[in-house]
């Protein structure tokens, strides 16, 4: 369910961007602006000062000291619940179907109208995933190009409806608790199935999970 205010966090170098970004919001008391950071380091600094409050971040990728795509597997591994927007004017394939792969919750260009990123927030906060046709794209450039690698990771026994639904949750960012709630079982059977996913497909880790799940179009 989705919150009565959702906070939002920008991470960009530069200063007049996050200025204009903050007359879209101005206009829609659904959002509220926690804070600002001019690079990754700063950022990672801030989301741990508001402990757990922020919701989405809209994060660019070239940034001084650490990058948008550093700063995207370092928050994931220690916010996983955070979802990433992405917002920047490079349209370049690979670099946006990486940036998904490794965690981000979607890709907007720099100048998509401000309208439209706050229907982006909104539907990243609520469904864990933004998908645009750049997106949709990029991740099938990359499969053609990748398709070998691809192919040689992953062991391709299928799974099972359950499986299926369980891999959707995960892609979704859902802990094994409210996996287990939405499906009536238990956490601890979760998690069996979520390590019997792991053997089955040949992944060790829940980037594997979320890979395969793009992969496979298990995540829609």
Same mark, same amino acid.
């Given at each position: ?15 007049? =961007? ?150 959707? =949750? ?51």
């Amino acid at each position: 369910m989705i919150k009565d205010i959702i906070n939002v966090a920008i991470a960009d170098d530069h200063e007049l =961007f996050r200025k204009g970004l903050q007359t879209a919001f101005k206009s829609n008391s659904q959002f509220k602006i926690l804070f600002e950071a001019s690079d990754g380091i700063d950022l990672l600094s801030k989301i741990e000062f508001q402990k757990g409050k922020v919701d989405v971040i809209l994060l660019d990728i070239r940034m001084p000291n650490l990058d948008g795509s550093e700063a995207t597997i370092l928050i994931k591994q220690k916010y996983p619940l955070i979802k990433i927007l992405i917002l920047s004017m490079y349209d370049d394939y690979k670099s946006i179907a990486n940036l998904v792969l490794k965690g981000a919750n979607g890709y907007l260009l720099k100048d998509s109208t401000g309208e439209d990123i706050l229907k982006a927030i909104k539907h990243v906060h609520m469904h864990g995933f933004y998908g645009t046709e750049i997106v949709d794209n990029a991740l099938a450039s990359f499969h053609d190009i990748d398709r070998k690698e691809i192919l040689h990771n992953f062991n391709k026994k299928p799974l099972n409806e359950q499986e299926k639904k369980v891999m959707k =949750f995960i892609c979704e960012e859902k802990s094994s608790a409210e996996i287990a709630e939405i499906l009536c079982l238990s956490a601890r059977t979760i998690e069996g199935i979520r390590l019997k996913i792991m053997k089955k497909i040949g992944v060790k880790n829940a980037a594997g999970l979320v890979k395969y799940a793009l992969h496979e179009n298990l995540n829609s």
